[in-house]
């Protein structure tokens, strides 16, 4: 598809059309792709994982299965995945069994109550409306049983580039910093929450010289630059994340 089949249909483009045209330009789902993303989500999600290897694990927004391959590859077996793009799914099931749902989001968590020990969401909440990401984590928070974790990753809305990670994909509707995606965690419920950059990992040589020049250049040097902007209390107070996206994880309470 090159796109020009959606310019002739009545009323242009719709938001889910570019959505999965957008998808079909910028991600690869082969085999090589999928294992340098395992190398990338062992170093960033490695410790927030279920210790029990059978957890019942839902990945909303799962596209073509990354997370889940990931999952897989380090002894997860109880592994569910809901999308509503039907090529994205397909991609997955080429290179993955697991439980999969062609539906919307927050459809299938209005009817999952406490049954996942265990969600995630990936890069998802920012391409709702405000009120959607609001009403997705409290659902989340809903579908986890008693000691349940969600985690939660999305663009930075703090980076000094955050134009291009809000525009750069036209079917985002809004970006969080720190302190907001904290703030919107702890009202739906979560407690414990965990906030860490998502930035460059040291998964080859080139990536691993690329996380030392951040690491002891860059974060610095952009931590220093809104201190002087904006004073020291936003530091302090919101943890202050400048990476290109946010992680974060609550747990709901047992």
């Not at 809004?174 to 929450?193: C, I, K, N, P, Q």
């Amino acid at each position: 598809m090159d796109g020009s089949e959606l310019l002739t249909e009545p009323g242009g483009v719709s938001t889910a059309q570019y959505a999965s045209y957008h998808f079909e330009q910028f991600y690869d789902y082969s085999l090589k792709e999928y294992a340098r993303w395992n190398r990338k989500y062992s170093y960033y999600y490695g410790d927030l994982l279920p210790a029990n290897r059978s957890a019942r694990i839902l990945d909303l927004g799962c596209g073509g299965g990354r997370f889940l391959h990931f999952l897989k590859s380090v002894g997860y077996s109880n592994l569910a995945g809901v999308d509503a793009d039907a090529k994205q799914l397909a991609a997955l099931r080429k290179t993955l069994t697991c439980d999969t749902y062609e539906a919307g989001i927050l459809d299938l968590l209005h009817s999952s109550s406490g049954q996942y020990d265990f969600i995630s969401c990936h890069h998802v909440i920012e391409h709702l409306s405000r009120d959607d990401s609001n009403h997705l984590l409290r659902l989340a928070y809903q579908a986890l049983s008693p000691g349940g974790r969600l985690i939660v990753s999305t663009p930075n809305g703090a980076r000094p580039w955050m134009g291009w990670h809000m525009f750069a994909d036209l079917s985002h509707d809004h970006l969080y910093t720190s302190s907001s995606l904290r703030e919107v965690m702890e009202m739906a419920g979560f407690r414990d929450v965990m906030l860490r950059p998502e930035g460059p990992v040291p998964y080859s040589v080139l990536s691993a010289l690329r996380w030392l020049l951040w690491k002891g250049w860059r974060e610095p040097y952009l931590k220093l630059c809104f201190a002087i902007e904006n004073g020291l209390g936003p530091l302090s107070g919101a943890k202050l994340i400048v990476s290109a996206g946010i992680i974060a994880a609550g747990v709901k309470p047992r």
